[in-house]
C-alpha cells in the first residue's frame, strides 16, 4: 500500500471512530486535534512500513489482542472499560520521540506501558479522556556486560527476560527485582521494584546507574543530560509523572552459586499463629541472606500459613541458621532445596521447571483483584493475625491472600531520601491484602472490593500512620485521585496521597515535576502534581 492512501484510509476511519467516541468533558477532545496528530505521525515515522507496525487503529484486527496482550487485571478489560482510540508500538527510540512531540503538539492524552501490570489498570485506561497507548512492547533488547557487571534494558523487557539473560551469562550474578516475571521493567523500576533479594540488595531502583527517557519536549536524554534530581524522580517516584523511560542502565549483584529454597506451610490456626507472631520479631533482623515471608490463603476451605523463603548459601548453613535464630519455624532439611539463584527464581515464580519458563508473557486473565499494602513498625499483637485469620474464612475470601514481606537489613541502610521510596528504617515488613474474584463475577466485584477495605480500616491502628503507607507499585486508587481536569487544585489534591507513597520526598517530587514538565504532560490519575499548575488550557 502506498503511504499516501494507508494514510488516508487511517484519517477516514479515524474521523468515524472519532464520532463513536463519547467524551463527557468536550475541552479535552477535538476531531481536528486527533486528525492533525495522526497526520504529524504519519509524516515523521515517513515509512509506510513503519507506520503500520507502530500505528494500530480500532480497525486493525489484531487492536484487542494487542491491547489484551498485557493486561494483568480483568478489571479493566470489561466491555465497558474505557479503550484508548489507538495504541502506538514503537520499533525505535525515535518513534517514542515523534509520537510524544505529536501528542503534545496536538493535545492528545498519552499512557505509557510496558509490562501493563498496574494494579489500578493506570497504563491502559483512563476514564475521562480519549488516550492513547504507547505500547513498548518492541523495546526490549538486553545488553549485558559480564565484566563490568552491567546491563542496558529497555523498558519492554520483563524482568523475566532480564533474569533469564543474566542466568545464561552467570551462575554467580543476579539482580533484586520483583517475583513475578511478567512485571515489566518500565513501571516497576522506576517505583522501586522488589522480591526476594531485598534485604541483601534493596530495592531494584537502588541499583540503577544510569537511564534514557524521552522527557516532554521530545528530547531522549541520558543521565548527564537531565541531571541528577530528575534521574533521581525516576528511581521510585513512578516514571508515568516524567516521562517515557526507554532504557535502564543497571548494576547487577552477586549471587552465590548455590541458594537454597523452602517453603514450610502451617494447616493448624494456634501453630500457624505463634509461628507469625514470632517471625515479626526475626524476619527484619536475622542475616540478610535469609528472606521468609508469610502467605496466607485458603486451600480447599482452610486457611493455612505457608512460609516461602530464599537463603544465599548452602542448606547446611540455613539449617543451623534457622535453629539458632528461628526454630519455631521447625524447617527441616525435607522443605529445601538447593539450587542456582536463576532456578530460585523459577521456583519463586511457581512456574515450571526450567528457567526458560520465565520468558513466558503470561497473562492472568481469569482472576480480577483489588489490592492495599501497609508497612508494619511494630509487632502487632497476636489476636490481630488471629482475627485476619477469621477475615479469610468469610465467603468473599475464597481467592483472597495475605503477604508479609519482611524488610531489615540493606532496606534500612539506605536513607528515606535516598531515592522517592522512603519506607526504609523502621519499618519491619509490608502487608500486602489482595482479594481476588472470578472474571465471570464481575457483577459482584465490589462485595469483594468491600473485603479489602474492610481488613484494611480493622488494620489502621496497627501500621504505620501519620501517614498511613503505601508502595506507589502497588497502586491504590481509594487513597485519592483527581477530580476533573481543573489544574490549579492540583497540588493539594496530589499531596493527599503523594504524601503516603512518598512522605517527605513528595515536595522534591513536586519540584522535579514543574521544572521537568511544568505543561503536565505525563499526567494520570495519581501523578505528580506541579507547584502553581499552569492556568486551565
Ligand atoms: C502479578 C503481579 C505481581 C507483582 N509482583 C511484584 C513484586 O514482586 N514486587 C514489586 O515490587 N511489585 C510487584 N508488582 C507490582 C509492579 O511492580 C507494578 O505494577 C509495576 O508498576 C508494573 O510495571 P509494568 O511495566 O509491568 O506496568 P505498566 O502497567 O506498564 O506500568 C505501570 C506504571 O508505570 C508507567 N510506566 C510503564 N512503563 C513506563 C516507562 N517506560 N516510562 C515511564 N513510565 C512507565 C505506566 O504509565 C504506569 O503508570 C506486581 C504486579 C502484578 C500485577
Ligand atoms: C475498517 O474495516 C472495514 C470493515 O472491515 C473496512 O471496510 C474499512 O475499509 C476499514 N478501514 C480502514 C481504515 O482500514
Ligand atoms: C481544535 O484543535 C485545533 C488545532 O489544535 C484548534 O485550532 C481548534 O481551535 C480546536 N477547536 C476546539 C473547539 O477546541
Ligand atoms: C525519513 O526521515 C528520516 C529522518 O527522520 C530522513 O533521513 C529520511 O530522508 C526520510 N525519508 C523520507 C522518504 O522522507
Ligand atoms: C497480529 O497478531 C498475530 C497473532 O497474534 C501475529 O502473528 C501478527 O504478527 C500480528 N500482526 C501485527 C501487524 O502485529
Ligand atoms: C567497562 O566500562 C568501561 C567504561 O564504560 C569501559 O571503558 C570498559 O571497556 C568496560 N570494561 C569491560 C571489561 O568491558
Ligand atoms: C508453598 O506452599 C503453599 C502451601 O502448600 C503453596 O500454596 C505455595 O504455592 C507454595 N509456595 C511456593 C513458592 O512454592
Redesign the pocket.
Known amino acids: 500500500m502506498k503511504l499516501q492512501s494507508f494514510f488516508s484510509s487511517i484519517l477516514i476511519f479515524f474521523t468515524t471512530i472519532f464520532l463513536l467516541v463519547q467524551t463527557p468533558h468536550p475541552v479535552s477532545a477535538n476531531q481536528s486535534n486527533h486528525v492533525g496528530f495522526l497526520q504529524c505521525l504519519s509524516f515523521r515515522l515517513n515509512d509506510t512500513n513503519i507506520v503500520s507496525k507502530v500505528i494500530h487503529t480500532l480497525n486493525d484486527s489484531n487492536f484487542s489482542s494487542l491491547l489484551a496482550s498485557s493486561i494483568q487485571n480483568p478489571r479493566f478489560s470489561t466491555p465497558d472499560t474505557p479503550k484508548p482510540i489507538l495504541i502506538l508500538t514503537p520499533v525505535q527510540p525515535s518513534d517514542v520521540q515523534s509520537a510524544v512531540k505529536c501528542s503534545r503538539r496536538y493535545g492528545i492524552h498519552v499512557r505509557t506501558r510496558s509490562g501493563g501490570h498496574d494494579y489500578e489498570g493506570l497504563s491502559y485506561v483512563t476514564h475521562n479522556k480519549p488516550f492513547v497507548v504507547l505500547d513498548l512492547r518492541n523495546l526490549r533488547s538486553i545488553t549485558i556486560d559480564v565484566n563490568n557487571r552491567t546491563v542496558w534494558v529497555q523498558t519492554g523487557a520483563t524482568i523475566g527476560e532480564l533474569y533469564y539473560e543474566i542466568g545464561k551469562k552467570s551462575r554467580t550474578l543476579g539482580f533484586p527485582a520483583g517475583v513475578c516475571p511478567t512485571v515489566g521493567v518500565g513501571g516497576h523500576f522506576s517505583g522501586g521494584g522488589y522480591g526476594t533479594l531485598l534485604r541483601k540488595h534493596g530495592l531494584a531502583a537502588d541499583h540503577v546507574i544510569d537511564a534514557l527517557v524521552v522527557d516532554a519536549r521530545g528530547r531522549i536524554l541520558e543521565r548527564r543530560e537531565m541531571g541528577e534530581d530528575f534521574f533521581w524522580a525516576i528511581r521510585g517516584g513512578g516514571g508515568s509523572s516524567f516521562c517515557v523511560v526507554l532504557s535502564w542502565k543497571i548494576r547487577l549483584v552477586d549471587v552465590p552459586s548455590t541458594v537454597t529454597v523452602f517453603?514450610v506451610?502451617k494447616f493448624s490456626e494456634q501453630s500457624a499463629l505463634k509461628i507469625i507472631h514470632q517471625w515479626q520479631f526475626v524476619s527484619d533482623k536475622v542475616s540478610d541472606d535469609l528472606f521468609v515471608r508469610v502467605?496466607l490463603?485458603r486451600?480447599k476451605n482452610v486457611v493455612?500459613a505457608?512460609f516461602?523463603g530464599l537463603y544465599l548459601g548452602p542448606v547446611n548453613n540455613l539449617l543451623r541458621l534457622v535453629n539458632r535464630e528461628f526454630p519455631e519455624l521447625g524447617l527441616v532439611k525435607e522443605d529445601c532445596k538447593e539450587m542456582s539463584w536463576i532456578e530460585s527464581v523459577v521456583?519463586?515464580a511457581?512456574l515450571g521447571e526450567v528457567p526458560t519458563d520465565v520468558l513466558q508473557r503470561r497473562t492472568r486473565a481469569s482472576l480480577a483483584f483489588k489490592a492495599k499494602s501497609d508497612f508494619v513498625q511494630e509487632p502487632m499483637p497476636e489476636i490481630v493475625i488471629s482475627k485476619m485469620w477469621k477475615r479469610l474464612q468469610e465467603p468473599e475470601a475464597e481467592l483472597a491472600q495475605l503477604i508479609f514481606t519482611p524488610f531489615g537489613g540493606k532496606m534500612s541502610e539506605i536513607g528515606d531520601y535516598e531515592t522517592p521510596f522512603p519506607h526504609r528504617g523502621g519499618n519491619m515488613y509490608e502487608i500486602q491484602y489482595l482479594s481476588y474474584w472470578r472474571r465471570e463475577e464481575g457483577e459482584e466485584k465490589e462485595k469483594y472490593m468491600r473485603w479489602v477495605e474492610r481488613v484494611y480500616d480493622e488494620m489502621s491502628e496497627f501500621v504505620a500512620r501519620s501517614p498511613r503507607g503505601a508502595y506507589i507499585n502497588l497502586r491504590d486508587l481509594d487513597l485519592g485521585m483527581y477530580v476533573g481536569d481543573d489544574k490549579r487544585s492540583k497540588y493539594e489534591e496530589g499531596k493527599s496521597w503523594g504524601v503516603k507513597y512518598f512522605k517527605n520526598n513528595f515536595e522534591r517530587l513536586v519540584r522535579v515535576k514543574t521544572s521537568v514538565d511544568p505543561f503536565d504532560f505525563f499526567c494520570d490519575e495519581q501523578s505528580i502534581p506541579t507547584f502553581r499548575s499552569v492556568e486551565v488550557i
Do not use: D, V
Open positions: 517453603n506451610t502467605m490463603q486451600y493455612r505457608s516461602p521456583w519463586f511457581e
